[in-house]
């Protein structure tokens, strides 16, 4: 059973960098027809794609966040990785990673099939 | 920037029947965004309930179908119970790798 573990610091001072991995076990983030990617949800609002990576490496992220995101894959860990520079208060947030199923078998899919339990990062002084 | 709308909240009776709606601030939805449905309950990471417009996720209960109705995507929850009672977002994919969350929709059954 596929299942993914966000790690990473909690609190995260303002202007800095904030850095999360997502450790990924019961498959592999090499498989073909899968994006890996960030979601977060500040406290008490909704859900927000921030961006995810291909199999192949692509990246494609959140037009809002594109300026500060960077996501990154370890094949040899089976890890995928999320930076979001210059953060401000607004930044704080549980942040989840998840898989994104595409296309296969000549059908397409594009849905969230997998989540992680997410992680609170805080951005404070 | 697109904006994906749904309904702030709904309130269900038990056992009563409520539809939920995923529209785009310009355009209709079709088929050819993907829609996909999640359940949220607090605390919790969301729950993949309905992908590519009505197909059910594994182990979701037949009383959750989606559908395209009118310009926007659909969620129905026939027969609600209790533990409906949650948040509910869609998500859009709007092609180039880019997918967009709805706004959500808080369902209460009382």
């Known amino acids: 059973q596929l299942q993914l573990q966000e790690s990473g610091p909690g609190l995260v001072k303002p202007s800095e960098t904030l850095s999360l991995t997502c450790t990924v076990s019961?498959?592999?983030?090499?498989?073909?027809?899968?994006?890996w990617g960030w979601i977060r949800q500040p406290p008490g609002k909704g859900l927000e794609w921030i961006g995810s990576i291909y199999y192949s490496g692509s990246t494609y992220y959140n037009p809002s966040l594109k300026s500060r995101v960077t996501i990154s894959e370890d094949t040899s860990k089976n890890q995928f990785s999320l930076k979001l520079s210059s953060v401000t208060a607004a930044d704080t947030a549980v942040y989840y990673c998840?898989?994104?199923?595409?296309?296969?078998?000549?059908?397409?899919?594009?849905?969230?099939?997998?989540w992680g339990q997410g992680t609170l990062v805080t951005v404070s002084s | 920037q697109t904006v994906v709308t749904q309904e702030p909240s709904f309130s269900v009776s038990p056992g009563g029947t409520v539809t939920l709606t995923c529209g785009l601030s310009?355009?209709?939805?079709?088929?050819?965004?993907?829609p996909s449905w999640y359940q949220q309950t607090p605390g919790q990471a969301p729950r993949t309930l309905i992908y590519s417009t009505n197909t059910r996720s594994s182990g979701v209960p037949d009383r959750f179908s989606g559908s395209i109705l009118g310009n926007k995507a659909a969620l129905t929850i026939t027969g609600a119970q209790a533990d409906d009672e949650s948040d509910y977002y869609c998500?859009?994919?709007?092609?180039?790798?880019?997918?967009?969350f709805g706004t959500g929709t808080k369902v209460t059954v009382l």
């Open positions: 998500v859009l994919y709007m092609g180039s790798g880019i997918s967009v």
């Open positions: 310009s355009g209709s939805v079709s088929t050819s965004y993907y």
């Open positions: 019961g498959g592999s983030i090499s498989s073909s027809n899968y994006y």
């Open positions: 998840a898989r994104r199923r595409d296309c296969s078998g000549g059908s397409c899919y594009h849905y969230f099939d997998s």
